[in-house]
């Protein structure tokens, strides 16, 4: 039976302050749950009805809390989904990996990782994130004002990508630089770039997608050398792609014969 003061903790979590201030976010449903406690992150409690214990693959229960079990009514006082899922887990929010000037480029180096810069909707970043893990990119680079990945609707919306891969917020201007000072490609979506289906484009390096709206901020463009550009094949096409999308059509051709 959960308490007043717990609930209120759990839902508290629904809010970005409250998440960084005790660096925990919360997980739902039994998929989610179950790819949660099949990683490395580390969780906190973990909320669910006496059935669903049957459904949950514990395949590293040994290094889980004990389960409590709830009622149907007090999954639904701290669901943030509007037909809760059986369980609700709190997790800790990994520590910052690779961030700051310095240090960003460095684990990198061989790797292909994605760059976020602006993202604004919870949706979009949870796809991205799916996608990536989709393409085996471990990496991605957030700029400091993309929304929140411990977002509860952008957790969900990964499908349990989201503990396959590092998320790491960090100045994009530092990054790009020191990827610019190792000679390590950087590539951005812009439309002004070049067609990226006539590119040769490296195993490794850094992509950036920009804002849903206002696409790579001219700060980062002016930084980066190689733009590529998605052209349409249609002549009523939309003027631009949905971000997620975008990422991707990007990934998918960096990924192409390798």
């Known amino acids: 039976m959960l308490s007043n003061s717990q609930i209120k903790h759990i839902v508290s979590l629904r809010q970005k302050k409250f998440r960084t201030e005790h660096q925990q976010f919360i997980v739902e449903g039994v998929k989610m749950v179950s790819e949660l406690l099949n990683s490395e992150y580390k969780t906190i409690g973990i909320y669910g009805v006496e059935d669903f214990v049957k459904l949950l693959d514990y395949a590293r229960s040994d290094r889980q809390p004990a389960t ?67 393409f085996g990119i471990e990496n991605i680079i957030c700029s400091e004002n993309t929304v929140d990945a411990w977002n509860p609707k952008v957790v969900q919306a990964t499908m349990g990508a989201l503990f396959h891969v590092n998320i790491i917020y960090t100045d994009l201007e530092n990054i790009v630089q020191e990827f610019n000072a190792k000679n390590i490609p950087v590539y951005a979506t812009a439309l002004d770039g070049k067609n990226i289906y006539e590119s040769k484009l490296s195993p490794n390096g850094l992509i950036i997608i920009g804002s849903e709206s206002h696409g790579v901020s001219q700060e980062i463009l002016s930084l980066t050398e190689h733009k590529l550009f998605i052209p349409s094949f249609s002549k009523g096409a939309a003027e631009s792609l949905n971000a997620a999308v975008a990422a991707g059509v990007v990934c998918a051709e960096f990924r192409r014969g390798r």
């Open 68 to 134: 409590e079990i709830i009622t149907e009514i007090q999954l639904q006082k701290i669901s943030n989904l509007e037909t809760p899922n059986k369980v609700l887990a709190v997790a800790r929010i990994p520590k910052k990996s690779g961030s700051g000037s310095g240090s960003g480029s460095a684990q990198l180096n061989n790797k292909l990782s994605l760059a976020l810069d602006n993202i604004s909707d919870p949706g979009n970043l949870g796809t991205i994130i799916r996608t990536a893990a989709w």
